[in-house]
């Protein structure tokens, strides 16, 4: 939503100071050079991209349109899982949290938390980890070893769209140059026409200049920008399980592994020590109940 209200200011911005120092609208309508810029732009990176990226780009520019899935109340949830999970493998041993990771759609225990069973790569990170930590053989720095590298791996593809949009944001003035130099050039084959003919050819031929600056800076930046902090988030809520699954591998009790996990978040979306451990006892007093 902010994005839209971004590029409402920029355009807003841009056109209404133009109007205001009396400038005709007419002088920068020019689709031809819009469509060479564009065009040029969009075969550039076609050019330099794979099937598999632009795939990841289609999919990560819309998600910037809807709320981030890695809110508050997605990290309450995860959180809240991963000490039930982990009280569960304390006090029952590990093997009795087996089941529920081979096929946590069918695990009563994640049922209880949508917005992580939701999330196939959330699920599929848990359990595998889980499932390394249940089998005894790795140490817990061969885990965070392997937790690293697969973040890593995460975030490069993660990355994949902000990288490409970047790339195309830095080309945009380039070719929003060489649609000037076609309009110049276009204004000096007619030499022979009136001044005020050839005023109207520079004129048109400087628009391509300005569209490719205004595209590149004011629009597909941004753009890339917001995927990137999309990015961000979702290697952010993996670094929360990869701290809070070796806490408990080092001998933390589950309510304080749940409690490192906790520190890692951002300001603005960690719970509070009291909401954390306000919630861990609800979830105590529920499975007493159950």
């Known amino acids: 939503m902010f994005i839209l209200i971004g590029y409402l200011i920029v355009f807003a911005s841009v056109i209404g100071a133009y109007v205001l120092m009396g400038g005709a609208m007419g002088a920068l309508y020019q689709p031809f050079e819009l469509l060479l810029i564009g065009g040029a732009a969009a075969g550039a990176y076609i050019a330099s991209s794979s099937g598999q990226s632009m795939k990841m780009l289609f999919k990560a520019v819309p998600g910037v349109l809807r709320r981030n899935p890695y809110g508050k109340d997605t990290y309450m949830q995860l959180m809240a899982l991963l000490y039930v999970l982990l ?9 009795s949290v087996e089941s529920d ?8 225990i994640f049922a209880e938390y949508p917005d ?5 790569v959330l699920i599929e990170f848990i359990s595998d980890y889980l499932r390394l930590i249940i089998s005894g053989n790795m140490s817990s720095f061969e ?10 791996t995460h975030l490069h593809e993660r990355n994949i769209p902000a990288l490409a949009l970047r790339a195309v944001a830095d080309g945009l003035p380039a070719f929003g140059i060489v649609a000037a130099v076609l309009g110049v050039i276009k204004a000096l084959a007619a030499v022979d026409q ?10 048109k031929a400087m628009v391509g200049t300005f569209l490719g600056i205004l595209l590149a800076y004011g629009f ?23 701290v809070t699954l070796l806490a408990s591998m080092n001998g933390y009790p589950p309510q304080l592994a749940v409690e490192f996990g906790r520190k890692v978040l951002y300001s603005h979306l960690r719970p509070s020590f009291m909401e954390l451990e306000d919630h861990v006892k609800q979830v105590r007093a529920g499975a007493r109940r159950g």
Do not use: F, W, Y
């Open 87 to 95: 009280n569960k493998a304390r006090r029952d041993g590990l093997m």
């Open 101 to 108: 990771i081979e096929d946590p759609h069918s695990s009563p």
């Open 194 to 203: 009136p001044p005020a003919i050839l005023a109207d050819l520079i004129s």
């Open 116 to 120: 992580v069973l939701n999330d196939p």
């Open 220 to 242: 597909v930046a941004p753009l890339a920008s917001a995927v990137e902090r999309r990015s961000i988030s979702s290697v952010k809520v993996l670094e929360c399980i990869k």
């Open 143 to 152: 885990i965070e070893t392997l937790m690293d590298q697969e973040i890593e």
